[in-house]
């Protein structure tokens, strides 16, 4: 087995290989600007270290977000275009599910949390979960303050942007492809299609019809 991960839904794009027991190699870069010029570079340098190529791997995870249209849809198209090429299947996850995942193995609360990421426009997209990781609520998107996570710690950005929204920040800030390969083999997340989860609307829509002036 050789899984390569990969992430861009927030401003960290984040790639990782797994061999089905460790994580080989993993590469993250926080630039909210760059994410088309970073992604594949990234997969390149973990390969690399990792003493594998391409043809290697047997499978791919990418997380679907929520996150904004513009970076998210980098690393969709990169899973689907490698795993159409590579003939390999592509297991989307829940970009939120992955930070839970994260929290879980870095340091556990102990206690209810919630997962917020910047989401603009003051908002946050955002997950609540149980003691255990299991999701309670979500994933939606809207103000910190109304997704009911007063009094709980919470992971992702939005943590830190809106502090009187939750009780405390909790790490870690950005989803890891470290954490989402490792989830995927354990099998602790809910496997979804590589589509992006947006919840939003975009800013461009199509004009609507114009009424005619004419009258009959």
């Given at each position: 087995?050789?899984?390569?991960?990969?992430?861009?839904?927030?401003?960290?794009?984040?790639?990782?290989?797994?061999?089905?027991?460790r994580v080989l190699a993993e590469a993250t870069n926080v630039d909210p600007?760059?994410?088309?010029?970073?992604?594949?570079?990234?997969?390149?340098?973990?390969?690399?270290?990792?003493?594998?190529?391409?043809?290697?791997?047997?499978e791919l995870a990418v997380g679907v977000g929520p996150g904004p249209f513009?970076?998210?849809?980098?690393?969709?198209?990169?899973?689907?275009?490698?795993?159409?090429?590579?003939?390999?299947?592509?297991?989307?996850?829940?970009?939120?599910?992955?930070?839970?995942?994260?929290?879980?193995?870095?340091?556990?609360?102990?206690?209810?949390?919630?997962?917020?990421?910047?989401?603009?426009?003051?908002?946050?997209?955002?997950?609540?979960?149980?003691?255990?990781?299991?999701?309670?609520?979500?994933?939606?998107?809207?103000?910190?303050?109304?997704?009911?996570?007063?009094?709980?710690?919470?992971?992702?950005?939005?943590?830190?942007?809106?502090?009187?929204?939750?009780?405390?920040?909790?790490?870690?800030?950005?989803?890891?492809?470290?954490?989402?390969?490792a989830a995927v083999v354990a099998q602790a997340v809910e496997i979804l299609?590589?589509?992006?989860?947006?919840?939003?609307?975009?800013?461009?829509?199509?004009?609507?019809?114009?009424?005619?002036?004419?009258?009959?």
């Amino acid at each position: 087995m050789l899984l390569l991960a990969l992430d861009t839904s927030t401003p960290a794009v984040t790639v990782a290989l797994h061999d089905g027991e460790r994580v080989l190699a993993e590469a993250t870069n926080v630039d909210p600007r760059r994410h088309t010029e970073l992604l594949m570079p990234l997969v390149t340098d973990v390969l690399a270290r990792a003493g594998a190529g391409r043809r290697d791997l047997t499978e791919l995870a990418v997380g679907v977000g929520p996150g904004p249209f513009t970076g998210l849809r980098v690393g969709l198209a990169a899973a689907r275009t490698m795993g159409a090429v590579l003939d390999l299947p592509v297991r989307g996850v829940c970009s939120l599910d992955v930070l839970a995942y994260g929290v879980l193995a870095a340091d556990p609360p102990g206690e209810p949390f919630a997962v917020a990421t910047d989401a603009r426009r003051r908002e946050v997209y955002w997950a609540r979960y149980d003691s255990d990781g299991a999701r309670a609520g979500g994933p939606d998107v809207g103000p910190a303050g109304d997704i009911g996570a007063h009094g709980r710690p919470a992971a992702g950005a939005g943590a830190r942007l809106y502090p009187d929204a939750f009780a405390r920040a909790l790490d870690p800030e950005y989803p890891s492809a470290a954490h989402l390969a490792a989830a995927v083999v354990a099998q602790a997340v809910e496997i979804l299609s590589p589509d992006p989860l947006y919840l939003r609307r975009p800013d461009a829509t199509p004009p609507s019809a114009r009424k005619s002036v004419l009258t009959r």
